[in-house]
Each structure stands twice: as structure tokens, then as C-alpha cells.
């Protein structure tokens, strides 16, 4: 399957800047996701992207985070206004068609540092 | 929460033992997946198991499931260092999002 890319794969931020993390997936398939996993814990769902909507979110996933798919090809995860707990590794993925459709593909994540 | 919580935490062996872990849920799962992750990777998909499979092979790879217990295991035979990697389980639900456990770290001694 091929591989979803992530930029950038490190963003050191501001507390209270904004940040845009972007994944390319492949642009013909529907559910998208993203997920969060601060250093040494587990990874957390924030947000899945189906037909360029807003499938499901957390309860991470407050009024700071929004998602788009500006253009039917990059995937995108906003944070407005960023807090130092923002600090994680992000990660985009997808899954694939078919009979295939459970197993998600992962880019190799964006590690977000807010200073 | 559909939340895996897998034990242990961490599990060290020799290079050529075999390795397994546990995951427990909470609530009923369409399937159950096993995915590894190096260290400062992404998550790499590794093995499904649907509600209505027992046990599952793939390569090294065995997985079982007893929904009865809401439990899984993951054992990995004759491990090579490459197998050093955080392991997690995860359940997926409606729209397909997955919900992870903390994962077990296995570290195999050459």
C-alpha cells in the first residue's frame, strides 16, 4: 500500500501561535483520520474524515482543532491557538478499500513542540 | 471506552524466544488489530482479527481472540532484534476509528 506523507515531521511552535499539520493520502480513498499520542502514553483518537466531512470527534478535538481538505488531495489539522499540552506526536492515516477497509495506514507522524 | 489495555508493559527476551502479550477490552468489538510501532515511527498495521475468529495466523504472528473474556494475545515465535518495537491492540468501531491500549514495549536481546 502506499505510504501517507506527513509535513513537517518536526514543528517547534509558540504557545498561542497557530500550526497547520499536513498529510497527502491517496486521493481516492474516503475515511481519513487523525490521532494524537503524547510522549509515552497511548495514541488517542481526535478526528475521522469521511466524503470531506467530519465523521466523528473526540472530546481532544475542541474549537482550537479544525480539519480540511482544501484542495481533494492534502489533508489538513489546524491548531489555533496552541497550549503547551499540545506538545505530541500527530499522526494522519487512512484506510483502504474493500474488503480492507478496517486497516488504517499510517503516515510516520509530525512531532508538535510547544515551547 | 472500547479501550485495549495490553500487559505488560514492557517485556525483554533473547533473540530467538518467543513473545507474547495480552489485551483486554471493554465493550463489544467489530475486530481486533495488532499494530507495532519503532521508536519515533508511525503505527504499521500488522494483524485483523474479526469478532467471530478464535485465532489467527500470519508469518510469525499468532493472534487469539475470547470475546467472552474481551481478551487478546499476540505472541510472536522465535523473535529477531528487529522485532524491537512497541506493540499496541486496537479495536475499531462505527466509521472505522481505532481506539488504542498503552502497548507493550518488547526489547529482544541479540
Known amino acids: 500500500e502506499p505510504e501517507v506523507t506527513q509535513t513537517p515531521s518536526h514543528q517547534v511552535t509558540q504557545m498561542g501561535q497557530e500550526v497547520i499539520l499536513r498529510c497527502v493520502p491517496i486521493?481516492?480513498?474516503?475515511?481519513f483520520y487523525w490521532y494524537r499520542q503524547i510522549l509515552g502514553q497511548k495514541v488517542e483518537f481526535l478526528v475521522s474524515?469521511?466524503?470531506?466531512?467530519?465523521?466523528?470527534k473526540s472530546e481532544i478535538f475542541d474549537d482550537q482543532f479544525s480539519v480540511e481538505r482544501p484542495d481533494g488531495s492534502n489533508f489538513t489539522l489546524k491548531i489555533r491557538s496552541t497550549k503547551l499540552e499540545d506538545s505530541a506526536m500527530y499522526f494522519c492515516a487512512r484506510t483502504s478499500g474493500g474488503i480492507a477497509k478496517n486497516i488504517q495506514y499510517f503516515g510516520a507522524g509530525t512531532r508538535l513542540s510547544v515551547l | 471506552s472500547q479501550q485495549g489495555e495490553e500487559d505488560p508493559q514492557a517485556l525483554s527476551i533473547q533473540e530467538g524466544e518467543n513473545a507474547t502479550m495480552n489485551c483486554s477490552y471493554k465493550?463489544?468489538?467489530?475486530?481486533l488489530q495488532w499494530y507495532r510501532q519503532n521508536s519515533g515511527r508511525g503505527l504499521v498495521h500488522l494483524i485483523l482479527i474479526r469478532s467471530n475468529e478464535r485465532e489467527k495466523h500470519s508469518g510469525r504472528l499468532r493472534v487469539t481472540l475470547d470475546t467472552s473474556k474481551k481478551s487478546s494475545s499476540l505472541l510472536i515465535t522465535a523473535s529477531r532484534a528487529a522485532d524491537t518495537a512497541s506493540y499496541f491492540c486496537?479495536?475499531?468501531?462505527?466509521?472505522?476509528?481505532?481506539?488504542f491500549g498503552a502497548g507493550t514495549t518488547v526489547t529482544v536481546r541479540a
Open positions: 486521493s481516492n480513498h474516503l475515511y
Open positions: 474524515f469521511y466524503n470531506n466531512e467530519i465523521s466523528e
Open positions: 486496537a479495536t475499531d468501531a462505527v466509521d472505522y476509528k481505532l481506539s
Open positions: 465493550t463489544s468489538i467489530n475486530n
